[in-house]
């Protein structure tokens, strides 16, 4: 015996528009990814997306700074130059010369965090906007690490001397061992005052967080925004150091690898934030 369909006596005009809003069964269910990425489009669930360039607090992740005001602050996704030759033989190179080109490897690792950043503002950080410009310290491993930035991102690169690494004085293509050997006793409170300066004119740690400190109030300056700067391990450290507000004896205790990339977030208040420190760009 075979079973009738029951009858649907609804206006033909209703039936039609039933259907239209009827799920589509032929459809599958939304991939982990496909949800990952509604959820950091709206991560309070509410249904509705910010219009472009502007947020809400509750768009904000858990685990960002509380704040409880709408204020969008200008973020700096801080990435350090590829290898060099003085980065393998672990020398001091500083400001007071161009220094050395990127190697191979050092290219290479360019190359990844280009490609890492590309993602900030798409399928990494969410809640960050895509970069809008490239600044460079003058340094060539820097410019030359800025230049793959640069073609990845689509942007022209602006240098800026504020980024530049640290001035070593007499210190300037020594490793730690010969500059112990010459100056004892010297180079473990460079890193661990802060406040101490190398002979020959150089840089103490703290001289370099005034000048870092400075570099991005002026990027605060210019509202809200992602500006990619490509520094030095030095200078970074100066960066996250005062942008946290710790001794400048501290900074050395923060890992800045080659072609890392560190991400801060600079209100008008100055209640800032550190969002990444870090982060090695290969691997991903």
């Known amino acids: 015996m075979t079973s009738t369909p029951p009858r649907d006596d609804r206006p033909a005009d209703d039936r039609h528009a039933a259907d239209a809003h009827a799920p589509d069964s032929s459809s599958a269910d939304p991939s982990p990814a496909d949800a990952l990425a509604a959820s950091a489009a709206d991560p309070a669930g509410s249904g509705a997306s910010a219009a472009p360039g502007t947020r809400r607090r509750a768009d904000r992740p858990s685990g960002s700074v509380p704040r409880f005001d709408d204020d969008e602050p200008t973020t700096v996704v801080l990435v350090r130059h590829g ?17 050395p080109s990127l190697d191979e490897r050092g290219r290479l690792q360019a190359a990844a965090a280009a490609a890492l950043v ?14 809008s410009e490239i600044v460079a310290s003058p340094m060539v ?7 793959v930035m640069a073609e ?46 190398p002979p020959g004119g150089g840089e103490s740690i ?24 490509v520094s030095h391990a030095v200078a970074i450290r100066a960066a996250l150091g005062v942008t946290l507000g710790a001794d400048p004896g501290t900074w050395s205790q923060l890992r800045v690898a080659p072609a890392s990339v560190s991400i801060i977030r600079l209100f008008g208040d100055r209640r800032d934030e550190i969002a990444v420190a870090g982060a090695p760009s290969e691997g991903w």
């Open 118 to 131: 590309h993602r900030v503002g798409r399928d990494l950080w969410g809640d960050i906007d895509y970069p």
């Open 83 to 99: 290898q060099t030759t003085m980065t393998v033989s672990r020398g001091y190179s500083g400001s007071s010369e161009p220094g």
């Open 206 to 229: 703290e001289d370099v967080g005034v000048r870092l400190r400075a570099g991005l109030d002026a990027l605060r300056a210019g509202g809200s925004r992602t500006v990619v700067v």
């Open 141 to 147: 491993r820097t410019q030359e690490t800025a230049a």
């Open 152 to 197: 990845r991102l689509g942007l022209s690169v602006r240098t800026d001397a504020a980024f530049r690494e640290a001035h070593f004085g007499h210190w300037q293509g020594l490793t730690s061992e010969q500059i112990e050997e010459r100056w004892p006793g010297r180079l473990e409170p460079w890193h661990t005052t802060g406040r101490l300066r």
